[in-house]
T-cell receptor
Framework: NAGVMQNPRHLVRRRGQEARLRCSPMKGHSHVYWYRQLPEEGLKFMVYLQKENIIDESGMPKERFSAEFPKEGPSILRIQQVVRGDSAAYFC?????????????FGPGTRLTVT | RKEVEQDPGPFNVPEGATVAFNCTYSNSASQSFFWYRQDCRKEPKLLMSVYSSGNEDGRFTAQLNRASQYISLLIRDSKLSDSATYLCVVGYAGGTSYGKLTFGQGTILTVHP
């Protein structure tokens, strides 16, 4: 059973470009969470999605960031007009059910570098 | 005040030592509690869930005190492979926040020969 897949693993973008990060949850998991880890900081929740629905986006910056989890295909975290402060590791996690009682399995992360 | 607070360390201990990590959380409505470990530049991996009755998994023992909003992790007989950052993680169940995990800053452990 393949784990959570994320790609690309490393992404370099110039200021002003767009970054698209992809996450494929574990087989059978329909709940996806995105977290961001800034250098020397802890992980911070960004958004929680189910298929075709955003459930909780309380951790998403108000501008330039969006997320989706379509009926078919991976979840996408999109960052428009990237700035240097967006440089971070972005981790995706998935779980089989809704709720904090269920373990979240993390993907290897995408390391975004904005030059 | 941070939602989840940990002593950042670093803790430097010799092999075979016993080491304890502490964590406090601020939201009394928190429902679930975990310890994750994160190796350098890798993803967090679940070490163990933490229950009010306390739980043990081999050399690892976790305790939860809901009244004090305090979580602990004890590692006995430390191994070199235990060197990592240990993350105290709290889950909150409220409104649409099911599934949202709040992470502490992490405690760095280095086990040396």
């Amino acid at each position: 059973n393949a784990g959570v897949m994320q790609n690309p693993r490393h992404l370099v973008r110039r200021r002003g470009q767009e970054a698209r990060l992809r996450c494929s949850p574990m087989k059978g998991h329909s709940h996806v969470y995105w977290y961001r880890q800034l250098p020397e900081e802890g992980l911070k929740f960004m958004v929680y999605l189910q298929k075709e629905n955003i459930i909780d986006e309380s951790g998403m910056p108000k501008e330039r960031f969006s997320a989706e989890f379509p009926k078919e295909g991976p979840s996408i975290l999109r960052i428009q007009q990237v700035v240097r402060g967006d440089s971070a590791a972005y981790f995706c996690a998935s779980s089989p059910r809704r709720g904090e009682d269920y373990e979240q399995y993390f993907g290897p992360g995408t390391r975004l570098t904005v030059t | 005040r941070k939602e989840v607070e940990q002593d950042p360390g670093p803790f430097n201990v010799p092999e075979g030592a016993t080491v304890a990590f502490n964590c406090t959380y601020s939201n009394s409505a928190s429902q679930s509690f975990f310890w994750y470990r994160q190796d350098c530049r890798k993803e967090p991996k679940l070490l163990m869930s933490v229950y009010s009755s306390g739980n043990e998994d081999g050399r690892f023992t976790a305790q939860l005190n809901r009244a004090s909003q305090y979580i602990s992790l004890l590692i006995r007989d430390s191994k070199l492979s235990d060197s990592a950052t240990y993350l105290c993680v709290v889950g909150y169940a409220g409104g649409t926040s099911y599934g949202k995990l709040t992470f502490g800053q992490g405690t760095i452990l280095t086990v040396h020969p």
